[in-house]
């Protein structure tokens, strides 16, 4: 039972476009969804997060799009650099499920080309 | 600045083997957290604490053991290692829960783990 779904293992996009990373969920009780950035050989280190009670949070060039109604979020990244490589996970929790428990997407590694 | 420490980074294991990873933080966090990574798979909770002395189970704690007898430490123990066992590990911390971004989870750098 997959709550957390990223159905794109991975993106291919060319440096200074946009990158749209996707993530869906079954479980409305979630009401606080991060992203996680990983690179090789490290841990993943956190990205972006936003609330159940807004539909947009931005920081930068990372921006993330909540859309209740169809239990989806995206990461947009704009504009996309190469350093910007590595695997993106989403990640959701609830406030009933004590101890901050996250529940995470499958990853979807992005591949940004100079 | 170290933030969570993890040892070791690598460990090939035979069947029926045991060993325990470690995990220590220096941020004082309350909570800390194991997961394990599989391709294609996310990052599975296998055990969690919320302080000192206290810890319960995530989604796949079967096989594993873990202990807190101190802030800082949060050890995970393989007591009969399986293939089915072979995995990134990673061990995480925050300060606690629902306190702004308490969620935002500081990882370690992951313990590659080969059961043969």
């Known amino acids: 039972d997959q709550q957390v779904k990223q159905n794109s293992p991975s993106l291919s996009v060319q440096e200074g476009r946009i990158s749209i990373l996707n993530c869906d969920y079954t479980n409305s009780m979630f009401d606080y969804f991060l992203w996680y950035k990983k690179y090789p050989a490290e841990g993943p280190t956190f990205l972006i997060s936003i609330s159940s009670i807004k539909d947009k949070n931005e920081d930068g060039r990372f921006t993330v799009f909540l859309n209740k109604s169809a239990k989806h979020l995206s990461l947009h990244i704009v504009p996309s650099q190469p350093g910007d490589s590595a695997v993106y996970f989403c990640?959701?929790?609830?406030?009933?499920?004590?101890?901050?428990?996250?529940?995470f997407g499958q990853g979807t590694e992005l591949s940004v080309k100079p | 600045n170290a933030g969570v420490t993890q040892t070791p980074k690598f460990r090939i294991l035979k069947i029926g083997q045991s060993m325990t990873l470690q995990c220590a933080q220096d941020m004082n966090h309350n909570y800390m957290y194991w997961y394990r990574q599989d391709p294609g798979m996310g990052l599975k909770l296998i055990y969690y604490s919320v302080g000192a002395g206290i810890t319960d189970k995530g989604e796949v704690p079967n096989g594993y053991n873990v202990s807190r007898s101190t802030t800082e430490d949060f050890p995970l123990r393989l007591e009969l290692a399986a293939p089915s066992q072979t995995s990134v590990y990673f061990c995480?911390?925050?300060?606690?829960?629902?306190?702004?971004?308490?969620?935002?989870?500081?990882f370690g750098s992951g313990t590659q783990l080969s059961v043969l």
């Open positions: 990640a959701a929790s609830a406030v009933y499920n004590q101890g901050g428990k996250l529940i």
């Open positions: 995480a911390s925050s300060y606690g829960f629902r306190q702004g971004t308490n969620e935002k989870l500081f």
